[in-house]
């Protein structure tokens, strides 16, 4: 099954995709774009170009596990995307996975520019990664 993953951001969002077998998580770019109704429709565009089959949207609970601003906006986002795309969507915890993204990108010296470029999209792999690790751990 393709899966789509979903960092959603105020102002970049990124996106990660898998392949048909689910073994390899690869980044899919990111949407600069600002205004929430407008990014969502870019969003389902591209999960539609790509053949998605189910969305992962990162969902930033606070480390207390408490609900916050952010992870009821990433919620409702998610909600648009299902009823926008017909797609199953599923929040998935995603809290650390852009501290991850950055040590990553210290590891291969990704600096500037080209860091901000791709943050988003480093950190919407590690999250279907992860939903990924989970799902075949689940399985067994």
């Known amino acids: 099954m393709i899966i789509m993953a979903v960092d959603f951001g105020d102002s970049r969002t990124g996106l990660a995709v898998c392949d048909k077998s689910e073994f390899l998580a690869s980044p899919a770019g990111v949407i600069a774009e ?3 109704d407008i990014c969502m429709e870019k ?17 930033p609970k606070n480390m207390n ?5 952010r992870a009821e906006k990433c919620s ?9 795309t017909g797609l199953p969507v599923e929040l998935w915890d995603e809290r650390c996975t852009t501290v991850s993204a950055h040590q990553y990108l210290n590891v291969t010296n990704t600096r500037g520019k080209k860091r901000k470029a791709v943050v988003d999209a480093v950190a919407a792999t590690i999250i279907l990664e992860s939903y990924m690790g989970y799902k075949k751990n689940a399985q067994h």
């Open 34 to 36: 600002k205004d929430f």
């Open 43 to 59: 969003v389902a565009l591209e999960a539609k170009a790509r053949g998605a089959e189910l969305l992962v949207v990162g969902y």
């Open 65 to 69: 596990n408490t609900i916050g601003e």
């Open 76 to 84: 409702r986002f998610a909600e648009g995307l299902k009823e926008m």
